[in-house]
């Protein structure tokens, strides 16, 4: 629920970056791929976790799941980076 | 439990051994709630980031074209923050629990307090300065 409540709020963003592409062009449209491709990448690993979290409180031993959460982390940093860019050197196109 | 002080990590290895080193495995449910925690706070990330994106696209009307880059560019820099701290936030929980240490206080509370009171604010007064 957590990490599709997640690909929920990507695909808003990604809806949300789609209004910056009449005034930014092929740079919003990186920050709108950008986010479906995470949100894509988050559905299709989905059932893997799901998978992992019940064997792991079923066996009461789990490690934690570093690369995706390193992963996501990153993606928004980066969507967060590429967001400033965007509205500090991109210039507008009219 | 597993011990994993004896034998360097256990199932942990790779990228996961390197970042998770030491202590005991904690319960799963544990792991799996500082998980949710984390993703609470990305969403939230991602929040300040599409309101970021919709001052800047969606106010140019409204705000004066330097007022609207100000708070559009305060908004991404608190997203990037939050996003950041985000994942240390998640790996000194972490860590704590598997050494059974006290759970650290999150700075990125404090950071998204301050940040939003503040673009609050920046916003409550261009409303009401603002000439009819």
Same mark, same amino acid.
């Given at each position: 629920?957590?990490?599709?409540?997640?690909?929920?709020?990507?695909?808003?963003?990604?809806?949300?970056?789609?209004?910056?592409?009449?005034?930014?062009?092929?740079?919003?449209?990186?920050?709108?791929?950008?986010?479906?491709?995470?949100?894509?990448?988050?559905?299709?690993?989905?059932?893997?976790?799901?998978?992992?979290?019940?064997?792991?409180?079923?066996?009461?031993?789990?490690?934690?799941?570093?690369?995706?959460?390193?992963?996501?982390?990153?993606?928004?940093?980066?969507?967060?980076?590429?967001?400033?860019?965007?509205?500090?050197?991109?210039?507008?196109?009219? | 439990?597993?011990?994993?002080?004896?034998?360097?990590?256990?199932?942990?290895?790779?990228?996961?051994?390197?970042?998770?080193?030491?202590?005991?495995?904690?319960?799963?449910?544990?792991?799996?709630?500082?998980?949710?925690?984390? +993703?609470?706070?990305?969403?939230?990330?991602?929040? %300040?980031?599409? &309101? !970021?994106?919709? @001052?800047? $696209?969606? *106010? #140019?009307?409204?705000?004066?074209?330097?007022?609207?880059?100000?708070?559009?560019?305060?908004?991404?820099?608190?997203?990037?923050?939050?996003?950041?701290?985000?994942?240390?936030?998640?790996?000194?929980?972490?860590?704590?629990?598997?050494?059974?240490?006290? +759970?650290?206080?999150?700075?990125?509370?404090?950071? %998204?307090?301050? &940040? !939003?009171?503040? @673009?609050? $604010?920046? *916003? #409550?007064?261009?409303?009401?300065?603002?000439?009819?």
């Amino acid at each position: 629920m957590a990490w599709g409540r997640t690909t929920l709020s990507l695909t808003v963003a990604a809806a949300v970056f789609l209004r910056w592409m009449p005034h930014h062009g092929w740079f919003a449209g990186t920050l709108v791929a950008a986010s479906v491709v995470t949100a894509v990448a988050i559905n299709l690993t989905r059932k893997r976790r799901f998978h992992r979290a019940i064997n792991g409180v079923k066996h009461e031993a789990m490690t934690p799941d570093v690369a995706s959460i390193a992963a996501v982390a990153a993606s928004v940093i980066i969507l967060a980076g590429l967001g400033i860019c965007t509205v500090l050197l991109i210039p507008v196109e009219q | 439990m597993q011990d994993l002080t004896s034998h360097g990590g256990g199932g942990r290895t790779g990228f996961s051994g390197r970042l998770l080193r030491g202590g005991t495995e904690p319960d799963p449910r544990f792991t799996l709630a500082n998980e949710r925690t984390f +993703l609470a706070w990305i969403r939230t990330s991602l929040a %300040l980031l599409a &309101g !970021g994106v919709a @001052v800047e $696209a969606f *106010m #140019a009307d409204l705000f004066a074209p330097e007022l609207r880059k100000t708070v559009a560019v305060l908004l991404l820099v608190l997203a990037l923050l939050i996003g950041g701290g985000s994942f240390f936030r998640w790996l000194n929980v972490e860590r704590s629990m598997r050494r059974k240490d006290p +759970l650290p206080l999150p700075w990125i509370a404090p950071v %998204l307090a301050i &940040g !939003g009171g503040l @673009v609050a $604010a920046i *916003m #409550a007064v261009f409303v009401l300065v603002r000439p009819a």
